[in-house]
């Protein structure tokens, strides 16, 4: 009973709704109407003033129509537009925060250009209306020119993806997570070289975008690739030691890594199903480095856990290690 009732309050609701619309256009119809009789000379015109008058009062009305006709198709525009950027935005994932900031900012300029225009319309006065918006903006322009290349760089942080809140990023010598991206700055929270948090928060202005790269080091996912290598005497068995280290490295990948790797890649699960050893050779001696995924976020632990699996290995009599060293 209590949903039938709510279907006839929201039918009422409708109903009157639509009635209201009808009675809108019918006034507007009978308004253009009645203009149009007067523009003709149909009415007598006996009792009116005089015929300039006439004229003032019909161009008032003229430019009365204008307007109301053009804001009403402003409002309907705008508001078809919107729903249509909103439903683009929802589907790209943005916040529903920044969706209904731009939507507002977007409404703003909409009306800003509709009034200006229509205003040059109804006074006939463009040339000096242009000028002095031009001379206004240009003044504007100056005064605020860092905020509005900020706002400009956060819509191409939203609309170009370039990152997130939560990816790991690098801009102007800084490293961290992004955790809040505001119109004017983005906010990280400072990560060492080794991806360590600093406990320190940095705010970078949008602008930065324009100026500095963005190294987005996980858009995405939190899967990088990182590296460990260990360094070997001259003397060293370094035929042996690669084996060695391949088959360390991989048998740990696979068993705490690759299952996870395979959830999130699933497409191109093959690019990452083998870990990569590769071999060279430095002052001292040579290097072997093993390259793997790994989340970013566990990436130290795993790394601690592989160089000690590989000291115990490699510990063997004719491999010398020169030093054992995590590189990035």
Not at 40 to 54: E, N, R
Not at 229 to 258: H, P
Request: a positive charge.
């Amino acid at each position: 009973m209590l949903c039938m009732e709510n279907k006839e309050v929201k039918l009422k609701v409708n109903k009157t709704g639509f009635s209201g619309h009808i009675i809108a256009i019918f006034i507007f119809v009978v308004a253009i109407i009645i203009y149009i009789l007067l523009k003709i000379g149909s009415f007598s015109l006996s009792g009116i003033p005089s015929l300039a008058s006439i004229n003032s009062y019909l161009e008032i009305f003229e430019n009365s129509l204008i307007v109301l006709v053009v804001f009403s198709l402003t409002y309907l525009f705008i508001k078809s537009t919107k729903r249509l950027i909103r439903n683009h935005l929802e589907k790209l994932g943005r916040s529903k925060k920044n969706i209904k900031l731009f939507l507002t900012v977007y409404g703003y300029f909409a009306w800003l250009i509709v009034i200006f225009l229509t205003f040059s319309l109804v006074f006939k006065q463009i040339g000096s209306l242009v000028t002095s918006i031009g001379l206004i903006g240009f003044g504007l322009t100056l005064a605020l020119q860092k905020p509005i290349l900020n706002f400009v760089g956060w819509t191409t942080i939203i609309f170009g993806k370039t990152y997130h809140i939560g990816d790991i990023i690098s801009m102007n010598n800084v490293i961290g997570r992004v955790y809040d991206i505001r119109v004017m700055y983005t906010s990280l929270s400072e990560l060492n070289s080794d991806g360590d948090s600093t406990g320190r928060a940095v705010t970078i202005p949008n602008e930065f975008v324009f100026i500095h790269p963005v190294i987005n080091f996980s858009k995405g996912t939190d899967y990088i690739w990182d590296n460990i290598a260990i360094y070997l005497t001259y003397k060293s068995n370094w035929k042996k030691a690669i084996k060695i280290v391949e088959k360390t490295v991989q048998e740990y990948y696979d068993k705490n890594i690759k299952k996870e790797i395979e959830k999130i890649f699933k497409d191109n699960f093959k690019e990452y199903d083998k870990i990569i050893v590769r071999f060279g050779v430095y002052e001292k001696g040579f290097y072997i480095k093993a390259r793997y995924m790994v989340d970013f976020n566990k990436a130290n632990e795993i790394k601690r856990e592989l160089t000690e699996l590989l000291l115990e290995k490699i510990n063997i009599k004719d491999i010398f290690l020169g030093k054992v060293e995590n590189v990035a």
